[in-house]
């Protein structure tokens, strides 16, 4: 991990928060670079593009040993780039999943 990181104690891989329950959609701009690699993954609802969704969790994600991943980790669309680890959103997505968010952590 890098020194310069403002989360150390998070590691996103045990988490998943942002990709699971925590959020109802994740929407795509039609530009996107993920849009035109991956149109598979996409429906329109509500007259937006937005990532599939499997029981809850985003289509991209997957899980072994308890691990979660993203399949397309590095044409992911830009809404994922955007959700940064340990940012207010971070922190939310892991209470909304049932995660500790640290003290040291805590957003005011």
Not at 19 to 30: G, I, L, Q
Not at 65 to 74: E, K, N, P, S, V
Not at 88 to 106: F, I, K, Q, Y
Request: proline share 8%; glycine share 6%.
């Amino acid at each position: 991990m890098d020194d310069q990181d403002p989360s150390p104690e998070l590691d996103c891989q045990t988490c998943g928060a942002c990709c699971r329950e925590a959020y109802d959609s994740t929407e795509v701009e039609p530009e996107d670079p993920f849009a035109h690699a991956h149109p598979e993954l996409l429906q329109e609802r509500m007259g937006a593009l937005q990532l599939l969704r499997n029981g809850g969790w985003c289509a991209c994600l997957t899980r072994v040993d308890g691990r979660f991943a993203c399949t397309h980790y590095t044409v992911r669309p830009q809404t994922c780039r955007d959700f940064t680890r340990g940012s207010a959103n971070c922190h939310d997505a892991r209470r909304r999943v049932g995660l500790p968010v640290p003290t040291s952590l805590e957003h005011p």
